[in-house]
């Protein structure tokens, strides 16, 4: 049953009132209720228009007229008409404040009723103009989670990519994977596209036609004096935090954008080049083979210079660079390669690593002698003996 406290405010004039008590007095108190919805609905009260079409129903039902009263009130047999009009009261005020472009109260009544689809649709089909304010929209999309990649889109279409970049960093996506992924292709879109407006205008600039190609490493080939005297184009800040954050792309199009601008950033002076550890110390150029591993572009020798990287680093305690590799193939499906690297070099981790362990990837593949051998190994008798009674 919902519950309705909340008390509307009183905004009708005083001759209102007057009209009402003639109108009770005469035709009775459906015809007054009705006369009020019409003065609710004409004064823009929507919320009061709320509680007064639940007060029509409770008379209709011949109980308490008050609508902010609790539920436990009622009786019995009308809980399911009353939850039925509310739900009715609800959409049609939530549509009238919709019709308003007021999305913050019609999400409220949507969101009680556990309804939002007509926001979404409303947040889909919102083209704000130059003078609009979509605040109320974005915080209904992205913080309220209606549609949090729309909400994003309008971070970064009306506030640009610095703004998105850190409003990315302060959402929680581990409920919601997909808008990540739809997000990072948002940021690597918009970056990729100004990057490469600018590299074409400074390309004009310098005498040379517009060049018609979209490739950003097609622009670079030959044109090394683009970079003359330690020359950037776009914000290396935004450049290095949207190519780290493409690496999580598991898929499309913006894989390959992402790994254009990591050519563009093998070209900067080192200076603009962050420190970072193996496997990535080389960062642009190792983000690069990376990302040509992903979208499926030397597959195989990138894979060879990931794996090159690990045994060095694991006698040095660091495994991070084995996860990596996993993870690779993992994204290329590649299972059984995967949890064979993982036993061979992960099998001693019982910490959090940034790939799947050997346990949990053994427990998918129903690998269970693999299980038992890294439970031995880290002197976990437990999922040893669990392993052992699971394989049989």
Known sequence: MF???????????????????????????????DELCESLKAAGDYSALFYALLMKKRVELGINPFPTGTSTELPPETHEEYESAIREAGRHVGALYLAQHDIRKAWFYFNMLGEPEPIRDY????????????????????????????????????????????????????RNPPAKQACIKLLVRALHDQLLERLRSDIVMRGDTYPQTGSIIELLQGRGFLFAEDAYHIDTSHLSSVVQMSLELTEGEEVLL?????????????????????PFENTYADYMILLEVTGGIYV????????????PEVAQGNTFPAEVYVNLLLRLNRRDEAIEAAKKYLSAEARQMSCPGVYELCQQEKDFTGLANAARQRGDGVNYLASLIAGK
């Open 3 to 33: 519950e309705t406290e909340e008390r509307a405010p009183q905004t009708l004039d005083p001759a209102v009132f007057e009209q009402l008590q003639n109108t009770l007095q005469a035709r009775g108190p459906a015809a007054a209720i």
């Open 123 to 174: 947040i889909q089909n919102y083209k704000p103009g130059e003078s609009d304010d979509p605040q109320p929209v974005i915080e209904v999309a992205l913080y309220n989670g209606v549609d949090p990649v729309r909400g994003f889109g309008l971070i970064l279409e009306r506030y640009g990519i610095c703004n998105a970049i850190t409003t990315f960093g302060q959402q929680d996506f581990g």
């Open 258 to 278: 992402a790994r254009e601008l990591c050519a563009y950033g093998t070209k900067l002076n080192s200076q603009f080049h962050q420190q970072a550890d193996p």
């Open 300 to 311: 195989e020798k990138g894979l060879q210079h990931f794996r090159d990287k690990i045994e």
